[in-house]
Every structure is written in C-alpha cells, then in structure tokens.
C-alpha cells in the first residue's frame, strides 16, 4: 500500500531564506508524485508534478523537487521564501496519473519577516 | 481554466439532519472525488465517481452516501449527521484516464460544523 510522510507539521523560516520541506513516500512500484499548496480558505493548487523523465521538477511560484528513488523522497525547495509563501503544502502519490491519489498529512509553513 | 464550484463555503448543521454538498465543474470530467481535510491528517478520501451513476468507495465511505446523476455534478450526502463529521470538505475534479498530463483540480472547500 502507498503511504506518504511529511517531516515536520510546522515549519517556520525567515523571509529569504531556504524553504526545505519534507516528504518521503512507500510505494511497491514508481509512484507519480505531487506537491500540491493550500492557502487560507481555499482549495489546493497543484505546484509540481513527477511523472517520469527528470528528476529535478520545477513548479510554479519558485518551487522544485527532486524525485530520489533510492531515499524514496520527493523534498520540496525554495531558495527564497516570501512572506507570500505561507500556506498548507501537501505532498501526495499515485501508482499512475489516474488512480486515487494518496495524501500526506500536510506541513503548514510560515514566513517570517 | 478548469471552474470546480462548491455549493457552500461554510455549513452548519444540527445533530440528525440530512446534508447534501453540492459539487460541480465546467470542463467535462469524467472522475470527480470528495475528500475531508482534518488537522493533521491531510486528505482522506471518501467517495469518487468515474462516470454518471458510478461511484466507489474511497477510504473512509461510512456515514456518507454520494449521487452523480449528471457528468458536470457531484453530490455528498451526510445521511444522519453527526458532531465527528465536522470537518472541511473538498471536491476534486479530473478529466479521466489516459490523460498522463493532468492533475486534479480542487474546489475552495466546505466547512461544514455539525453541532
């Protein structure tokens, strides 16, 4: 069965600095792997995707994450946080870009000025 | 853009009432999902639909029923509410199999309170 953890419910940086946020993931074959943000109030956006191909994805808004087979990680990075950046991120995995897709439990990260 | 529009953005209900969430997109998708968000716990999913009239249990199914009647709708029934159901609902929707460069789209979310 796939599973996804997230590292850390919180995380807290100083505007400019690194964002690093934490997933690992189980899955019996390569997944399809997703990190999807949750701002205030609203529904989740999709902020990259791995299908296959490159390991090293670029998203919107800044963000990349890099596919690790061997440490079956997916961290998401930022090389500098703005104060806009702060929401709900989710990282999540499939078995194939159309089954149900599993969620991890969320990491709130906050910005501060 | 793909639209998923959700009835209500917040809800609440007493204890024993029946309660339909209505979910809806405009870009023809065949596979529509509801989840629940609760703190901590991410999203789990409850029912999902691949095509009118067909559903399928997700993960936690139990206490909920759904009704997709037309491809553009799908809704969430809470038969007999309870105070454990509070919680945050989203819907989701996806145009279907095959289609490898897709990814879900989400409705803003329903925060449902049941007292």
């Known amino acids: 069965a796939q599973s996804v953890t997230q590292l850390g419910s919180h995380v807290s940086v100083s505007e400019g600095a690194l964002v690093l946020l934490r997933c690992n993931y189980s899955?019996?074959?390569?997944?399809?792997l997703f990190w999807y943000v949750q701002y205030p109030n609203q529904g989740l956006q999709l902020l990259l995707k791995?299908?296959?191909?490159?390991?090293l994805v670029k998203g919107i808004n800044g963000f990349e994450a890099e596919f690790k087979k061997s440490e079956t990680s997916f961290h998401l990075t930022k090389p500098s946080a703005h104060m806009s950046d702060a929401a709900e991120y989710f990282c999540?995995?499939?078995?194939?870009?159309?089954?149900?897709?599993?969620f991890g439990p969320g990491t709130s990260l906050s910005v501060i000025p | 853009d793909v639209k998923v529009t959700q009835s209500s953005r917040y809800l609440v209900k007493r204890t024993g009432e029946k309660v339909f969430l209505e979910c809806v997109q405009d870009?023809?998708?065949?596979?529509m999902f509801w989840y629940r968000q609760d703190p901590g716990l991410g999203l789990r999913l409850i029912y999902f639909?691949?095509?009118?009239?067909?559903?399928e249990k997700g993960d936690i199914p139990e206490g909920y029923s759904v009704s997709r009647e037309k491809k553009e709708r799908f809704s969430l029934i809470l038969e007999s509410a309870s105070t454990n159901q509070t919680s945050m609902y989203l819907c989701?929707?996806?145009?279907?199999?095959?289609?490898?460069?897709?990814?879900?789209?989400f409705g803003p979310g329903t925060r449902l309170t049941v007292l």
């Open positions: 899955s019996s074959v390569p997944p399809y």
């Open positions: 791995y299908t296959t191909g490159a390991t």
């Open positions: 999540a995995v499939s078995l194939t870009s159309y089954d149900k897709v599993i």
């Open positions: 639909s691949y095509d009118v009239k067909m559903k």
């Open positions: 870009m023809d998708h065949e596979n």
């Open positions: 989701a929707s996806w145009i279907g199999q095959g289609a490898s460069t897709d990814t879900q789209y």
